[in-house]
């Protein structure tokens, strides 16, 4: 079965989040909003929930939360109905097992991420309580970066235990990588760059799905 493949969004300004969002909206059933506010990483984006929560939206958004206080960013998109998955990270210095909960309580979907130089041990204790895990090929923060190979290594790893949660990957994604990353064994492919710098999206997301069927039989 192909990986799903979900559209990210990183962007620096409105204008640029919804130009973006409004492309892919009608075309998938997920799409990714990339969440930085200088803490946990050094880079910044624009996802401003009171501004989202007005718009109308025709998919499921899920958070990937590039944050040091994930519960803080979680709370202010309480009011974004599209809002139906929170994925963080787990090098954040939290408590974990409380803010699972805590987000299992509101009925979203809960996943963490992991970067590539952080061991994927330190997910073991929080697998039987997530929904998917977000191995990043790349060291967070910007979108366009080369993958870093090792980081298919977790994906390996993930895909040996059984059962697992959802295996998502996310960075580095090229047309010269998938073929790799979907051999190790990632169930979903969160892509930016590889999408939105080939217009038109329609077209371009149909070209990738092409792929991602060919390389997965």
Not at 126 to 133: F, G, K, M, P, Q
Not at 174 to 187: C, F, M, N, S, V
Not at 195 to 201: D, G, K, L, V
């Amino acid at each position: 079965m192909a990986p799903e493949l979900i559209p990210a969004l990183l962007c620096q300004d409105e204008t640029s989040f919804h130009d973006r969002l409004k492309m892919v909206e009608s075309e998938v059933p997920w799409v990714q909003v990339d969440i930085l506010d200088g803490t946990l990483y050094a880079n910044t984006s624009w996802a401003d929930a009171h501004v989202i929560s007005t718009w109308h939206i025709n998919t499921s958004l899920e958070l990937h939360l590039m944050v040091e206080d994930p519960a803080h960013i979680i709370s202010t998109w309480n009011t974004v109905t599209s809002f139906r998955r929170a994925i963080w990270h787990i090098e954040a210095k939290i408590d974990h097992t409380s803010l699972i909960q805590a987000v299992r309580n509101t009925g979203r979907e809960v996943g963490l991420a992991i970067a590539p130089s952080t061991p994927l041990e330190k997910l073991t204790p929080y697998l039987a309580d997530i929904d998917r895990v977000l191995i990043l090929g790349v060291e967070p923060g910007w979108s366009g970066q080369p993958l870093i190979p090792t980081s298919l290594e977790h994906v390996r790893q993930l895909q040996k235990q059984t059962p697992h949660p959802t295996i998502s990957f996310d960075g580095g994604v090229t047309e010269e990588t998938l073929p790799g990353i979907i051999k190790a064994g990632a169930e979903s492919i969160c892509a930016s760059s590889l999408i939105f710098n080939h217009p038109p999206i329609p077209e371009r997301l149909q070209e990738i799905r092409a792929k991602l069927d060919k390389e997965s039989v």
